[in-house]
């Protein structure tokens, strides 16, 4: 089945929250499950693995709204995007999606630094064969522009990590697209 949509989301937390968000995700899933176990949003949906594949779907819901509610506690910002891909049929389906997602970072950093806030981010992703392609965008985002204007407040070009080996990605990169898709 091809997918209709392209999701690029995730969340910003200040460094340090990244800590306790993941020590709580953790927590969470040895109450829930008796054991440590990643909690990728896509595999708890699609029940097809263990531990997912012997519980109940009220359990699954039960354990997936848990996750929100301490990312909500956190006060963290989620941002997503979704592309219909047949709507945009000349559009890069990895590009348009992230480049709205870089903008849309990079204007939440204005807006704190017009506050008084002023910050730099990082995005961090789990491991993807679209590594260097990302990492090349946001270089081009940074120095020439996108089709909607410069991104001005990313600190580094995107990171890409193994969330099965770098704990802080539990959640932090998988539920935001859940989320934003269920919605």
Not at 29 to 51: T, W, Y
Not at 117 to 141: A, C, N, P
Request: hydrophobic content about 45%; charged content about 20%; some cysteine.
């Amino acid at each position: 089945m091809v997918e209709q949509y392209f999701v690029v989301a995730g969340l910003s937390v200040f460094e340090r929250q990244a800590f306790w968000i993941n020590k709580n995700t953790e927590s969470l899933a040895l109450r829930c499950l008796d054991g440590a176990v990643e909690l990728h949003a896509s595999e708890i949906s699609n029940h097809s693995k263990q531990p997912w594949n012997s519980l109940k779907a009220e359990e699954r819901h039960a354990l997936v709204g848990s996750v929100y509610d301490l990312l909500a506690a956190s006060k963290c910002v989620l941002f997503g995007v979704a592309v219909h891909k047949t709507s945009f049929p000349s559009q890069d389906p990895v590009a348009l999606p992230f480049q709205e997602l870089c903008l849309r970072f990079d204007r939440y950093l204005a807006r704190l630094h017009n506050a008084g806030d002023s910050q730099r981010g990082i995005m961090v992703f789990d491991k993807t064969r679209h590594e260097m392609y990302l990492q090349t965008l946001l270089h081009q985002f940074r120095a020439s522009g996108t089709a909607r204007g410069r991104v001005y407040n990313f600190a580094e070009v995107p990171l890409f990590a193994d969330c099965g080996v770098l704990g802080c990605c539990n959640s932090l990169t998988s539920v935001p697209t859940y989320f934003f898709v269920v919605l």
